[in-house]
């Protein structure tokens, strides 16, 4: 049986696109909950946690995705758990890279809202507070609209760094072809094999996927 | 209507109000008066639950605020909060409308959403009170593209929409420019004159002059004279109530 070059192609651009999606919405809903709660409240141990989830930006991503192995791996601290349970481990499966991305996409996201929040003038959400608004309303109809600018900035972010994500998710994912190689793993290994047409092919449609991306994100700033 | 008694108010150390006390009876008017960091502004800010006090007690048409000494209020002090607030109305020196609305949408916004007017019922109400203030050709502008004075016109409106009991007006037009003084104060003088309990935190004496029942007058953090505007204006008791209008009205 051959396989196409575009199969071969297809495979890991699928694989990629749909982990970065699925990770990037999630990180947009706990990213913007996270940024505002650093943004607009106290509470215990605000600092600290504030400099774990920053850890993954300036950490190797394979210590990332060692310390993912250590908590989600079969054996993991909460691995076991999931697997004795369900007789099924999150490691070396699709779910895995979307971990990985994930959690290295996160910082990124929670930094970036957490500006984007403090940006918002608060006396507008005292405003809505005195017209009798709840906290939760408050938010949704007055500071996020008013902090959308940033927060998609964050999230195009969160999507192109999720793409882009190779340590982490080798580490807790692996590299299977079709189920767990992304385009920068299966460009890893194309080039370890010497398939350098292959290799070309990959590197060609992620450069300009994050280009585009990128560019996305440069205009959506500049819109008035 | 509204009550203050005893009320201390810390800034961290800075003991703001030693035991104040103000009685503000239904449909009265109240300009409260003083130099800058009296304390006007944290007054009416303690009165709708924006600053949390530490002794003493606010009630607001029998709904009791009160003092604060642990950090975060409980859940019974927040819906104490909520309820004032729904009782009395507050419109700031900056206008605070919401920028990304049109301002019909400021206005019925919250009616629609807090008091469950529908929303046919409350467009109706905003544009006759629009017009009212020759505002309805504005209806669906953004407040970036109104004038300061519109703007501040708007912010009442928007506060009247919900129905209060009261209103809480803090230097209202102390950021417009001085020809938007007089469209912004007439407002106020109409919502006045039928009859709404106001407190008024100003600079504009002949204001409080022409429309206030009672001017209070504030020095750091101390209510120093309390008299009908003719008796402070004509014949002020308190000698620094005597040098503060001296400066003011020059
Ligand atoms: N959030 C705050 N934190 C600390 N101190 C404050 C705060 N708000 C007000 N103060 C202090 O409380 C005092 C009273 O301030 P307040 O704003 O109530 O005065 P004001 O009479 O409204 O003055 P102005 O005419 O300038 O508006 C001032 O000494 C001020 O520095
Ligand atoms: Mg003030």
């Known amino acids: 049986m051959t396989t196409t070059i575009l199969e071969t192609v297809w495979q890991p651009l699928r694989l990629s696109i749909q982990v970065s999606l699925i990770s990037t919405i999630l990180v947009a809903l706990t990213g913007t909950v996270l940024g505002y709660m650093l943004s607009r409240k106290d509470f215990f141990a605000k600092d600290v946690i504030d400099a774990i989830i920053t850890l993954p930006m300036v950490l190797p991503p394979t210590v990332t995705g060692y310390y993912l192995i250590l908590i989600l791996g079969r054996h993991g601290l909460l691995g076991k758990i999931i697997y004795n349970w369900t007789g099924w481990a999150v490691a070396f499966t699709w779910q895995a890279a979307a971990v990985a991305s994930f959690v290295v996409s996160f910082p990124l996201m929670a930094k970036t809202a957490r500006a984007a929040v403090d940006s918002v003038n608060s006396e507008l959400e005292k405003a809505s507070l005195l017209l009798g608004k709840g906290e939760i309303e408050t938010v949704l109809k007055v500071t996020l609209p008013l902090a959308w600018r940033g927060l998609l900035a964050g999230i195009v972010l969160s999507f192109a760094r999720g793409i882009g994500e190779f340590g982490a998710t080798l580490m807790l994912a692996g590299n299977i072809p079709g189920k767990t190689a992304t385009m920068p793993i299966a460009i890893y290994s194309a080039t370890q094999s010497g398939e350098y047409s292959l290799a070309n092919y990959l590197v060609i449609i992620l450069t300009i996927l994050s280009l585009s991306v990128i560019y996305a994100t440069i205009r959506l700033s500049k819109r008035d | ?250």
Do not use: W
């Open chain 2, 1 to 250: 209507m509204i009550k203050v008694r005893n009320l201390h108010k810390y800034y961290g150390d800075h003991h703001l109000f030693k035991g104040i006390s103000l009685d503000v009876k239904k449909g009265e008017v109240v300009v409260l008066i003083g130099p800058s960091g009296s304390g006007k502004s944290s007054l009416l800010r303690c009165i709708n639950g924006l600053e949390t006090f530490q002794g003493g007690e606010i009630e607001v048409d029998g709904i009791a605020l009160h003092s604060i000494s642990r950090p975060k209020p409980s859940s019974s002090d927040m819906e104490a909060i909520r309820q004032v607030r729904l009782k009395v109305g507050m419109v700031f020196q900056q206008f605070n409308l919401f920028p990304h609305m049109t301002v019909i949408e400021n206005i019925i916004e919250a009616p629609v959403k807090v008091l469950g007017v529908s929303r046919d019922k409350a467009m109706e109400d905003a544009i006759s009170f629009l017009s009212r203030i020759n505002m309805a050709n504005k209806a669906d502008a953004h407040p970036e593209n109104l004038s300061g004075g519109q703007q501040q016109r708007v912010a009442i409106a928007r506060a009247l929409a919900m129905k209060p009991e009261a209103m809480l007006f803090d230097e209202p037009t102390a950021s417009l420019d001085p020809e938007m003084v007089g469209e912004v104060l007439s407002v106020i003088k109409d919502m006045v004159n039928e009859g709404m309990t106001t407190i008024i935190s100003t600079h504009e004496m002949g204001f409080a002059r022409e429309a206030a029942d009672r001017v209070v007058v504030f020095a750091d953090g101390d209510i120093i004279e309390t008299s009908a505007p003719e008796d402070i204006f004509t014949s002020p008791k308190n000698d620094r109530t005597k040098s503060f209008l001296s400066r003011i009205l020059r």
